[in-house]
Structure formats: C-alpha cells, structure tokens
C-alpha cells in the first residue's frame, strides 16, 4: 500500500508538472520571426495538405530539408483544430524526453534525491523556455536526449549498462536523423556518433556491424521523411542550401576569444539559472520587468546570484580530482572534449555562436553539472537549499508567464490564429518568408 500510495503521488505530481509545462509554452512568445514562421509552415500543412518539403528557415534562401517540422506542428490540427492543439504534442514530447533523461540521470547518480534530478529538469530555464514553445529549437530537445543516453551507453568509458546495446544504437539513429530535421546543430551529433562507432568497433571488432545495424533501423524512422525531399529536388536542391552555411569565419574566432560573447559561459548555462536572458535582451528590458512585476524582485536578485554563481563553479569543480562516481574524469573530459568539438564547429560556419544554436548538448551538460553537485547533494543542508532554489524558480516561471502572455503570447490574438484554422488559410495568420521552398 506505502508503494503504491508513493506511485500515486508521483503520477499526481507528473502530471502537474506537465500541465505547469504546457500553461508555461502556451504563455510564451508567438508573434516573435521565428515563432511565427515555425507555425507558418505546420498551418500550411494543415491548410493546403501540400507535403512539407522542407522545415525551418535557416535564412530567407537557406531552408531545412523534411518535411518533421511541417508535420509535428501540422497534424495536431487535424486531431483537434485548435491554436494550442501543436503546443500539445510539443509538450507532450519533450516531457517524455525529459523523464527519460531524469531516470536515466537519477540510474547514474543514486546519491542524489532522485525529486531534485526530475525537478530541476522539469523547471530548468532552457528546457522551459526552448521546449514548451512552438520554435524548431524546442523541438531538438527530444532528439537530443534520445541520442545522448543512447551515446553514454555505447561509449566504454561512460557505459552503465542501463540500455542495451542495440536499443543504445537505435536511439542514437532516430535522436540524429530527428534533429536533423530541425536544426543545423545535428552535425555535433553526426561527429558523436563517429566516435561511437569508432569505441564499439575498438572494442568488439567486426561484431559492433550487428548493434551498428539497429543505429541505421533507428535512422530510418524519421530519415524516410527525407526522401521525398531528395527524390523531387535532387540531392543539391533537396538540401536546400545548407552547405552554403559552411564558411570559414574570422569574426566568430574574434568572438570566440571573447570572454564576454564566448561559448563557455553560454555552454554551461544550459545547466544553470540562466534568468537575465529570458526576461530582456538588455539591462534596460530587464530593469523594466522588475519595475512592472515588483512582487518578484526578490525572486530575481535570489535567482540571477545563483545562475551567475552556478557556471563559475562548474569551471573550478572540473579540476576537483577525487570524486564518489568512478567514471567523474570521463565526465569531464566528454565535457571538455564537446566543448572544443564546439569552438572548432563555429570556425567553419556564418552563424554567431549564440546559446541556442548549440543547445543540442544540453543532455551532455546536464550531467556534467549533476555530477559536480553530487558530492554536495548528499547533505540535508544542500538538499533544504535546492528545495528552495527550485520553489523560487518556480514561482518566478509563473510570474513570468503570467507576463509574457498578456504581452507576447498567441493569446493577444486568438481568435486570428482560430480564425486561419477553420478556414483553412494560413494566409490570414500571416505570411512564409519571401524565397521560402515550403
């Protein structure tokens, strides 16, 4: 009965927390460039019934090659034609993502209170504020989860033996060739699985082809939507432009030595209270939500301390030696070793090296952090610290919320967007980017 009444009350609290989730994208920015082009093209699909050849915009002429993005936005419509209806299957599908990362997280790290791992991933900022919304990014969230537990248990010297090595495989393929779809950020997946295959080859010879068979089944699932892509544009059409990204860029080497506009600070607030960021691009934006919402002062001055602290001290526990975890100096170096992959990846293309454009290793990030506040987590004080920590972010998301959707969300508009749905016309909503293939 205690089992059975704690299986409940989980379930009761996953549901909340996923209900908290979904208020939370709904609540977020709508009528943004992006946001708005992202829905665009799922509407158009449901619309018109074209098939979706191509996804997101890279830029006006550079556009995404599959026809996912078209469909996860596109086919809740005909489920339930509703403006929310696509906010739906999102949420539903980075909630499950996350609780395979926090079972997974919480397998590797028995010393930490397994309600601080599923919590902390449910509230983080970047897993709110990316993967509740309708945007491409939001979407790499369950590719990306998906791939990197797969990943961990096929490597030798971060295998816990959780997933078998066939199942490992199998989410690796479908995690790469999910992403791929969405965002550019899948060839840092394309480079990990190299070295996957690389390790299981090393170590099995010959017999890693069997395992290596179920990566190429998992591929397959959400590559065959490539295809028609590919058999109707050719493979130079087909790819939409996005080799055009790869240039060899000075200025983001400039950025890249900059501290201030630098990858590791951005790279390690994946796993961080990274508040300022999403509450106003500038000092000003931000002093002014303070202002309109003074009631949470407090919760922000107590949040932004911590999200700046949390990065600085992830720097100085990488070179804390001794560890509880027996595989803490691989951690770290698979921390450092992505982090290079990412210096070096930003050399070669026009895009600015900002956070979102790698947040695709927001898994690998993730556990680095866990792994550096094991050791801390294990005490009442530092538990009864977290406890509060997390209410706080809570009550700031809420209050967040509650803002953006009175300034920026779908809801300043509704019945627009209802008003394209049942009349099947995208058009009244707004229109695709001028060059756009889909």
């Not at 599923?118 to 791939?147: E, M, Q, R």
């Amino acid at each position: 009965m205690k089992l059975s009444r704690r299986t409940v009350v989980f379930a009761l609290l996953l549901a909340c927390a996923f209900l908290f989730r979904l208020w939370f994208g709904t609540c977020s920015d709508f009528w943004t460039d992006d946001e708005s082009q992202v829905y665009l093209i799922g509407l158009k699909f449901y619309a018109t019934h074209a098939y979706p050849y191509f996804g997101p915009d890279v830029t006006p002429a550079i556009q995404i090659p599959g026809a996912l993005q078209g469909l996860v936005v596109g086919l809740p419509f005909f489920v339930y034609p509703s403006p929310e209806a696509p906010y739906v299957l999102l949420n539903l599908l980075s909630f499950a993502s996350l609780s395979l990362l926090a079972w997974y997280f919480a397998r590797r790290l028995p010393d930490i209170p397994k309600w601080i791992i599923w919590a902390w991933l449910l509230t983080a900022p970047w897993t709110l504020n990316f993967s509740t919304h309708v945007d491409n990014p939001s979407y790499i969230l369950t590719g990306a989860c998906l791939f990197f537990v797969g990943w961990l248990e096929t490597c030798p010297h971060t295998r816990r033996k959780l997933v078998g090595a066939r199942l490992a495989n199998f989410m690796q393929g479908f995690g790469l060739f999910w992403v791929m779809q969405f965002h550019l950020s899948w060839v840092v997946l394309a480079i990990f699985s190299l070295w996957s295959a690389y390790f299981q080859f090393r170590e099995q010879g010959w017999r890693a082809a069997r395992s290596l068979m179920w990566f190429a089944c998992g591929a397959a699932l959400p590559g065959a939507l490539l295809i028609p892509t590919f058999l109707k544009f050719g493979f130079a059409g087909g790819a939409g432009d996005t080799p055009a990204v790869v240039v060899f860029n000075v200025d983001n080497l400039k950025r890249l030595l900059n501290p201030v506009e630098g990858i590791l600070g951005r790279f390690l607030s994946f796993a961080s209270y990274e508040l300022p960021r999403f509450i106003g691009g500038n000092t000003a934006k931000r002093l002014s939500f303070v202002r309109e919402h003074l009631w949470l002062a407090p919760f922000v001055a107590f949040l932004t301390v911590v999200g700046l602290a949390q990065p600085a001290l992830l720097i100085v526990l990488w070179f804390k030696k001794s560890h509880p975890q027996r595989d803490w100096r691989a951690i770290k170096l698979l921390t450092l070793a992505t982090l290079a992959l990412i210096y070096i990846l930003f050399l070669f293309t026009f895009r600015r090296p900002d956070s979102h454009t790698y947040y695709v290793t927001f898994p690998l990030v993730m556990l680095y952090s866990l792994y550096c506040w094991s050791p801390y987590l294990q005490r009442r004080g530092w538990q009864i610290f977290a406890a509060i920590f997390l209410a706080c972010g809570i009550i700031f998301q809420m209050g967040f919320a509650l803002h953006k959707r009175a300034h920026d969300s779908m809801y300043t508009n509704r019945a627009l967007v209802q008003r394209a749905i049942d009349e099947r016309d995208y058009h009244i909503l707004g229109e695709r980017r001028e060059g756009s293939r889909y």
